[in-house]
C-alpha cells in the first residue's frame, strides 16, 4: 500500500503535495473545500514551502485545481463540499513532517483555520454547526508537538477552542486549553 502511495504522491505537484500535507496537519475528518480554496496565499506560502524542502520545481497548479488531481490519484476523495483521505496516508504523511519546518506548516494551517472560522464568539449557538466541521482540525493543529504557538492565528485558535469548550460544558477540555495558554505567557 505504501509503495503504491509514493508512485501517486512521485507524480503530483508541489500544491497538491502541500494540500495533502497541510490536511495531514488537520484532524482526521473532512475538511470542508471552502476551507483550502478560501486560503489560496496561505496556500501558496505552503506549496512554496514544499518546493524549498524537496528542491522541487514550484507548482503551477491552482489551489482550486488541486483536490481535483488528488481525486484523480484517489488520494483524496471530494464529495458534497469535503475533502477526506484515507487513515493509513493521513498517519503516514503526518510523521514525515520535518521538526525544523513544522512550526511555518502549523502557522500557515492556523491561519487557514481561523479564516475559515465564524465571525461572531464561538460561545454564539449559532457558530456551532460551524464549529461542529472545524474543531477537529482546530483542535489537532493547537494540540500538535511541534506547535509553538507563537504566531496570531495559533493563539486565536486557542482561544476560541477554549470559549468553544466552556460554552458548551466541556470544561476540562477548557481547562486543558487554557492551562497551555498560561504556561505561553509565564
Given at each position: 500500500?505504501?509503495?503504491?502511495?509514493?508512485?501517486?504522491?512521485?507524480?503530483?505537484g508541489a500544491m497538491e503535495k502541500a494540500l495533502?500535507?497541510?490536511a495531514s496537519l488537520f484532524g482526521f475528518?473532512?475538511?470542508?473545500?471552502?476551507?483550502?480554496?478560501?486560503?489560496?496565499?496561505?496556500?501558496?506560502?505552503?506549496?512554496?514551502l514544499w518546493s524549498e524542502e524537496s528542491g522541487e520545481a514550484t507548482s503551477e497548479t491552482s489551489v482550486q485545481k488541486a483536490p481535483t488531481n488528488l481525486a484523480r490519484y484517489s488520494l483524496m476523495d471530494?464529495?458534497?463540499?469535503?475533502?477526506?483521505?484515507?487513515?493509513?496516508e493521513w498517519e503516514i504523511i503526518r510523521h514525515k513532517v520535518p521538526s525544523t519546518t513544522a512550526p511555518q506548516w502549523l502557522a500557515c494551517s492556523a491561519a487557514i483555520v481561523v479564516r475559515h472560522a465564524p465571525n461572531e464568539a464561538p460561545d454564539n449557538p449559532v457558530t456551532w454547526p460551524s464549529w461542529d466541521i472545524l474543531?477537529?482540525?482546530?483542535?489537532a493543529v493547537a494540540k500538535h508537538p511541534s506547535a509553538?504557538?507563537?504566531?496570531?492565528?495559533?493563539?486565536?485558535?486557542?482561544?476560541a477552542l477554549r470559549d468553544l469548550h466552556i460554552a458548551q460544558g466541556?470544561?476540562?477540555?477548557?481547562?486543558?486549553?487554557?492551562?497551555?495558554?498560561?504556561?505561553?505567557?509565564?
Open positions: 500500500v505504501v509503495t503504491t502511495f509514493f508512485l501517486s504522491f512521485d507524480r503530483l495533502l500535507r497541510t475528518a473532512p475538511i470542508p473545500c471552502a476551507m483550502i480554496e478560501g486560503s489560496p496565499d496561505q496556500m501558496q506560502r505552503l506549496a512554496t471530494r464529495k458534497d463540499g469535503m475533502l477526506t483521505m484515507h487513515r493509513m474543531r477537529p482540525h482546530a483542535e509553538l504557538h507563537q504566531t496570531d492565528s495559533e493563539l486565536q485558535i486557542m482561544a466541556r470544561f476540562a477540555d477548557a481547562l486543558v486549553i487554557g492551562r497551555q495558554c498560561l504556561s505561553l505567557f509565564t
